[in-house]
């Protein structure tokens, strides 16, 4: 499967976003998604995940209630809706799939398909 991440882009914080992952080569509802986020010098860091059907989600402390991950199977696509954005959320985000349901979910060596990035930059 391939994955294109879009979406990014310049906010003010306490605005909103919405990233997109498309998915083309295979059915999108044979995966699980993640989005992952890499700040500046940093490895990627685990930000949500949605199961195949899109009924179980995992995410970190500081995204929810903020962050929502969706799917539409039919259409290939995998959505994260970011609320109340701040500028510690600036950073490039990765949406990323496999087609284990894993534990270790956080970790980015979870996941064997990745999309390239999209710069999500939020102004104080």
């Known amino acids: 499967v391939q994955l294109q991440a879009s979406g990014g882009g310049l906010v003010q914080a306490g605005g909103s976003l919405r990233l997109s992952c498309a998915a083309s080569g295979r059915t999108l509802s044979s995966y699980v998604v993640a989005w992952f986020r890499q700040f500046p010098g940093k490895d990627r860091a685990f930000v949500v995940r949605?199961?195949?059907?899109?009924?179980?989600?995992n995410s970190i402390d500081s995204v929810k209630g903020r962050f929502t991950i969706s799917r539409d199977n039919a259409k290939n696509l995998v959505y994260l809706e970011m609320n109340s954005l701040k500028p510690e959320d600036t950073a490039v985000y990765y949406c990323a799939a496999d087609t284990y349901y894993s534990n270790t979910y956080v970790h980015a060596s979870s996941y064997r398909y990745w999309g390239q990035g999209t710069l999500v930059t939020v102004s104080s």
């Open positions: 949605i199961d195949w059907s899109g009924s179980v989600t």
